[in-house]
T-cell receptor, first 114, second 113 residues
Framework: ETGVTQSPTHLIKTRGQQVTLRCSSQSGHNTVSWYQQALGQGPQFIFQYYREEENGRGNFPPRFSGLQFPNYSSELNVNALELDDSALYLC?????????????FGSGTRLTVV | QQQVKQSPQSLIVQKGGISIINCAYENTAFDYFPWYQQFPGKGPALLIAIRPDVSEKKEGRFTISFNKSAKQFSLHIMDSQPGDSATYFCAASKPGGYQKVTFGTGTKLQVIP
């Protein structure tokens, strides 16, 4: 059973650019959630994808968008990058969208915006 | 609005001692309270979780105590080991159309030999 894998592990982008982060969910998991973790803080919920549709969103602007594919893998896209977007981006998968069974997190993508 | 408050921010415990981390929540709709352990450069890993119909849950050296009336819960790590040195996050989620987990701000635990 494989866990959650994310790519790339590290990324440096310039303010105003666009970035795409990728995530493969754990085998058997059909729901993917994305979190942003600023340095020294707890993860903040960005959004969740279930059956290829966004079915929940936190307090993040529309320039944060995503996709989920038929194999349950997912992408996080961020447009018009700002310096404050520098953070660890975590992907988490779970058994379903509604049940509280706990997440399996990936190791994250460290994004630095300069 | 911070819905899950966690303390202390950092904790130093001697090997063999008891580590205690406390959390308080505001939203009574929360019905699932997990604890996550995070090592540097890694994502959080689910450690132990509890639901509000239980006052205590123990798994090995880790115990969650839950006080529903006070809206507080805590993690106890018995016989703390240097390998337990990590950042610990309490969290909470509520039932609904999607699972959004609200995390505390984290406690950096250092267990010294």
């Amino acid at each position: 059973e494989t866990g959650v894998t994310q790519s790339p592990t590290h990324l440096i982008k310039t303010r105003g650019q666009q970035v795409t982060l990728r995530c493969s969910s754990q085998s058997g998991h059909n729901t993917v959630s994305w979190y942003q973790q600023a340095l020294g803080q707890g993860p903040q919920f960005i959004f969740q994808y279930y059956r290829e549709e966004e079915n929940g969103r936190g307090n993040f602007p529309p320039r944060f968008s995503g996709l989920q594919f038929p194999n349950y893998s997912s992408e996080l896209n961020v447009n018009a990058l700002e310096l404050d977007d520098s953070a660890l981006y975590l992907c988490a998968s779970s058994y379903n969208a509604q049940g509280n069974y706990g997440y399996t997190f990936g190791s994250g993508t460290r994004l630095t915006v300069v | 609005q911070q819905q899950v408050k966690q303390s202390p921010q950092s904790l130093i415990v001697q090997k063999g001692g008891i580590s205690i981390i406390n959390c308080a929540y505001e939203n009574t709709a929360f019905d699932y309270f997990p604890w996550y352990q995070q090592f540097p450069g890694k994502g959080p890993a689910l450690l132990i979780a509890i639901r509000p119909d239980v006052s205590e849950k123990k798994e090995g050296r880790f115990t969650i105590s839950f006080n529903k009336s006070a809206k507080q819960f805590s993690l106890h790590i018995m016989d703390s080991q240097p390998g337990d040195s990590a950042t610990y996050f309490c969290a909470a989620s509520k039932p609904g159309g999607y699972q959004k987990v609200t995390f505390g701000t984290g406690t950096k635990l250092q267990v010294i030999p």
